[in-house]
């Protein structure tokens, strides 16, 4: 079993930057792939971006292309988020999770944990 906390969210202006940390423990980080999710209110959670096991390979959304990176630290358990250009479009609660499985997926059904979210709000 896999616990995942996340940190970092909060309040900016837009144009601003925030960097999302996600902690993992529990079980054997370096066997899962990563990925970041958002849910904003009235939406359904939609695929932020991926990160392979050894962190070599990473895919995003077109939305958040050129503007966020996905990083993690195998030795520290821990997956980021950083987060530039930031856009009020960009406001939802953001949630890492983890997939037992290698091959990419976009579907929050095929992640196996989930953290509780960390909430990013955006002003304009």
């Known amino acids: 079993q896999v616990q995942l906390l996340e940190s970092g969210g909060g309040l900016v202006q837009a144009g601003g930057s925030l960097r999302l940390s996600c902690a993992a423990s529990?079980?054997?980080?370096?066997?899962?792939?990563m990925g970041w999710f958002r849910q904003a209110p009235g939406k359904q959670r939609e695929f932020v971006a991926r990160?392979?096991?050894?962190?070599?390979?990473?895919y995003y959304a077109d939305s958040v292309k050129g503007r966020f990176t996905i990083s993690r630290d195998n030795a520290a358990n821990a997956v980021y988020l950083q987060m530039n250009s930031l856009k009020p479009e960009d406001t939802a609660v953001y949630y890492c999770?983890?997939?037992?499985?290698?091959?990419?997926?976009?579907?929050?059904?095929?992640?196996?944990?989930w953290g509780q979210g960390t909430q990013v709000t955006v002003s304009s």
């Open positions: 529990g079980g054997t980080f370096s066997s899962y792939a």
């Open positions: 999770a983890a997939d037992r499985d290698p091959f990419y997926n976009t579907y929050p059904t095929a992640y196996d944990y």
């Open positions: 990160i392979s096991r050894s962190g070599g390979r990473t």
